[in-house]
């Protein structure tokens, strides 16, 4: 509650981020709330390819962004499967 009351007193002054994360959001660094959410798909998505290892990485990952509404133009599955393996590259085995 004392975050919300803060970000009302800034008047603007101050992003949610900043006042949440006290890190300020640029277009280049996303948000942290953007971060976590994509670390919640990915991990999702990893379990999917665990439990179906009889397929292809392309066909769970299409079924993925069908289920969660996300197969779109601006998402397509080859780039969904590049951030995938990128995301996957920073995390500890």
Known sequence: G????????EHGEKSLDQVFTGQKHTKKNRSHAYKSHKHLYFSVFAEMLIKRPEETQTA??????????????E???L???REFRRWRQTKPV
């Not at 769970?60 to 133009?73: C, N, Q, S, W, Y």
């Open 75 to 77: 998402i397509d599955v």
């Open 60 to 73: 769970v990952a299409e079924d993925f962004l069908i289920d969660h509404g996300f197969l779109t133009k």
């Open 2 to 9: 004392w975050m919300i009351n803060s970000y009302r007193l």
């Open 79 to 81: 780039e969904f499967l």
